[in-house]
């Protein structure tokens, strides 16, 4: 059953935003802080405090209404509101490292969402993506020096833009320039600007945010001035904000609060396997939260954190040996047997074969390379690992079938026992675990025709 965290909020608030740089005068309305799961919790029990904690301090940044986070060059978005990126899952990196075209300009794209600063679709039809700390309420030994370098009221077009996308667009060398460039110090000067522009996207004006600019948060301010005036159907269209391009292969580091999906989407997929992923690279649990936008100017968006949302945390008991998520086995069609670092997999009939696969997007619990079965016949594969283990689990998926039997194990010495489901199940997962004074030798898969697929295979001691 799903539950609804959001009432906890006024459980977790905490003061005080961490200095920056220098020490600043108390902030105009605090930014909230919610303690570190300790590092011995289990991922179970990691996720069950920080999860409803996360969905509440999400709503406490976006309720904040600060001008400014305590003095004239330090900008509301560095203790409030709600930072933003969507994200598409299983490229050719990690979806939280910079993209090749990031890399390449220096520049990496958000959205920035407060109570007083909305839109309702993110572009480029992403429904999942990870959100930032506000840079005063970064934890310990996360990176709090990625630098805000610019915002646009609207979607600013930034991949076409000069100065780490912050800078003009060849087709509106002039009306593209930075706002304060062109004498536009105001929202009101800005929605005249942008009222005017032919093409909104290119030739709108940013404001420089960059440390060392004078009078940020101003600028900041008059971007939020500049996004409520819109009355246009680009009302819908996000805002943006641009930041530094970080160094790929630094996940563990980076500020992330957790990962989101956009109610009512398929995005929760797509973010169950980020959040399995960010797990499995760095040991870190990041909740994933329901995000929903808001519908119209005069509507507000929500922050929901549901148990039954979450692929890591949710197993008790001993934690695994060894993880198979194939994700370095090579692709390969139609073979007899295959070795991964921890075992061997064998088709189990002898006129049958086996498949590693690429799931994009990911289909429930598989994603990315996986073990895929198909044939007319009921069949599967053998999985031997090198030594006799406790327990295994597994994600399995079958594409039609019916069927009350996932598998069976080999005990050592003789005798087997039936990995059952319940009847019908199409998608979910195994976990079992050998009876005392037993141990498993070998792990029987279930094809069910025409096809089955087997990803995320953890052995137990």
């Known amino acids: 059953m799903k539950r609804n965290y959001v009432a906890l909020l006024l459980l977790f608030l905490l003061a005080a935003c961490a200095p920056l740089v220098e020490k600043p005068p108390a902030p105009v309305s605090p930014p909230i802080g919610v303690e570190q799961a300790p590092p011995t919790l289990s991922a179970a029990q990691s996720l069950r405090l920080r999860g409803p904690a996360a969905a509440a301090q999400l709503k406490g940044w976006y309720d904040q209404t600060a001008d400014n986070c305590g003095s004239a060059t ?51 039809n992403y429904n999942n993506g990870f959100i930032f700390y506000p840079v005063l309420d970064t934890p310990a030994g996360k990176n709090s020096d990625i630098q805000i370098m610019c915002s646009f009221p609207f979607d600013g077009w930034t991949d076409i833009r000069n100065q780490q996308g912050c800078g003009t667009t060849t087709q509106y060398p002039t009306q593209s320039r930075p706002c304060s ?21 290119k030739a709108q004006c940013g404001w420089n945010v960059r440390e060392g600019q004078p009078n940020t948060a ?23 904000l641009r930041l530094a391009t970080w160094a790929a292969g630094t996940g563990a580091q980076l500020p992330i609060q957790s990962f989101f999906y956009v109610a009512g989407t398929a995005g929760l997929a797509s973010a169950q396997d980020d959040q399995r992923r960010y797990y499995q690279a760095y040991n870190q649990v990041v909740p ?36 198979i998520d194939f994700e370095n086995v090579p692709l390969q069609e139609n073979v007899k047997e295959f070795s991964v670092p921890s075992g061997k997999f064998v088709a189990e009939r002898p006129a049958g074969v086996i498949t590693v696969h690429n799931r994009v997007p990911p289909l429930y619990n598989i994603s990315g390379h996986h073990l895929f079965l198909k044939s007319e016949y ?38 087997i026992y039936n990995l059952s489901i319940e009847p019908g199940t199409l998608v979910g997962r195994v976990n079992f675990m050998a009876p005392p004074g037993k141990k498993i030798e070998s792990i029987s898969i279930l094809l069910v025709p025409p096809s089955s697929a087997i990803d995320n295979i953890k052995l137990y001691e």
């Open 288 to 323: 994933v939260i329901q995000l929903t936008f808001a519908s119209n100017k005069n509507a507000k968006a929500s922050f929901i954190y549901n148990e039954s949302d979450q692929v890591v945390g949710g197993e008790e008991g001993p934690d695994p040996i060894a993880l």
């Open 181 to 201: 460039d062109q004498g536009i110090n105001t929202g009101q000067q800005w929605i005249t600007h942008f009222n005017a522009a032919a093409d909104k996207y």
């Open 218 to 240: 101003d600028r900041f301010k008059q971007s939020t001035v500049g996004r409520s005036l819109i009355t246009t159907s680009h009302w819908y269209g996000n805002n943006e």
């Open 74 to 124: 330090r900008p509301s978005f560095l203790c409030s509101g709600v930072m933003l990126r969507g994200t598409l899952s299983r490229q050719s990196y990690f979806p939280w490292d910079p993209s090749p075209g990031s890399v390449a300009s220096g520049g990496v794209s958000f959205a920035w969402i407060r109570t007083d600063t909305n839109f309702r679709d993110l572009p480029m």
């Open 378 to 415: 009921y069949g599967g594969a053998i999985f031997t690992p090198n030594s006799p283990v406790g327990g295994v689990s597994f994600d399995y998926w079958h594409g039609a079938g019916t069927t009350n039997n996932a598998g069976f194990v080999r005990y050592v010495g003789g005798g």
